[in-house]
């Protein structure tokens, strides 16, 4: 059974970073495209980074772009986040989702078939 899931969330203050791992069973990160999406308290599930099946191909949402990196390691079978330059605007649940084999990626959601159980990152001002 697939399975996803997310670490590395916390409290940090504003201007801080944090790395957030997804670390993947029962598929390998190496032949599926990954995703980052996040869902503040009364928001929507919103589209963070996103990187394609083969690492070639990365996409970032423009309110993090320059500021979170998408990443894997295909040994750890681990997809990241590492995010810099922490604003109170990033607090939300992050959550990783796992596409279809071979994808290229997607900044739509309803193009993963997998999640994770989400992990709490809050910033403070």
């Known amino acids: 059974q697939v399975q996803l899931v997310e670490s590395g969330g916390g409290l940090v203050q504003a201007g801080g970073s944090l790395r957030l791992s997804c670390a993947a069973s029962?598929?390998?990160?190496?032949?599926?495209?990954m995703g980052w999406f996040r869902q503040a308290p009364g928001a929507e599930r919103e589209f963070v980074a996103a990187?394609?099946?083969?690492?070639?191909?990365?996409y970032y949402a423009d309110s993090v772009k320059g500021r979170f990196t998408i990443s894997r390691d295909i040994a750890k079978n681990t997809v990241y986040l590492q995010m810099n330059s922490l604003n109170p605007g990033d607090t939300a649940v992050y959550y990783c989702?796992?596409?279809?084999?071979?994808?290229?990626?997607?900044?739509?959601?309803?193009?993963?078939?997998?999640w994770g159980q989400g992990t709490q990152v809050t910033v403070s001002s």
């Open positions: 989702a796992a596409g279809a084999r071979y994808g290229l990626g997607s900044r739509d959601g309803g193009q993963y078939n997998t």
């Open positions: 029962g598929r390998t990160v190496s032949t599926y495209p």
């Open positions: 990187i394609s099946w083969n690492g070639g191909i990365t």
